[in-house]
């Protein structure tokens, strides 16, 4: 018979949160090959990694997988998810494939039972609904940019106190 969390000792419970992490960031890497966002392979300086925004965060692999690290240890690695399935989303030429991942997204993301769910207000939630009856490249965009700035406000300054930012500054180049 299966026994509540709380019977568990604490060891367990720290070390299933790293396995989590950890897994998770495999999934998304292997997520991030997929949809073409791992291809920068350039070499940076602990200098250069120092003076990312968040824009530029999201933009080179080394940085993206270590923020996403980061939200997989604060159990909100949806929100990342999320913004990237948008991208993706939104590169989709095909309008026969739209209706389809619009749904798949709204389903995984914003319905109210999502299995990973997102932090998005109710009239944004309503917004989106009502695009999805007419699902265009930019159906999700202000569900999108209300996740990014989530991210950008309240998830990357606590990142940039965490270890695991400070490890990826201090990454041997090379």
């Not at 998005?120 to 209300?146: V, Y």
Request: proline share 3%; with cysteine; aromatic share 10%.
């Amino acid at each position: 018979m299966c026994r509540s969390l709380e019977h568990l000792p604490i060891t367990c419970l720290e070390r299933a949160k790293e396995l989590k992490a950890r897994f998770g960031s495999f999934l998304l890497k292997q997520e991030l090959n997929v949809m073409g966002h791992l291809q920068k392979t350039d070499k940076l300086t602990a200098e250069d990694r120092q003076k990312w925004s968040f824009h530029e965060l999201l933009a080179h692999k080394e940085g993206l997988c270590s923020f996403t690290t980061f939200l997989a240890s604060e159990y909100s690695e949806e929100n990342i998810a999320f913004y990237l399935a948008c991208e993706d989303y939104r590169s989709t030429k095909s309008s026969s494939k739209l209706c389809a991942k619009a749904r798949k997204i709204y389903e995984e993301f914003i319905a109210s039972d999502a299995p990973r769910e997102v932090n998005l207000d109710h009239e944004t939630r309503n917004i989106t609904l009502k695009n999805m009856e007419q699902p265009t490249p930019s159906c999700f965009s202000l569900a999108q940019s209300k996740i990014y700035t989530l991210m950008e406000k309240d998830c990357y300054p606590r990142f940039l106190k965490s270890t695991v930012y400070q490890e990826l500054i201090t990454q041997h180049v090379g």
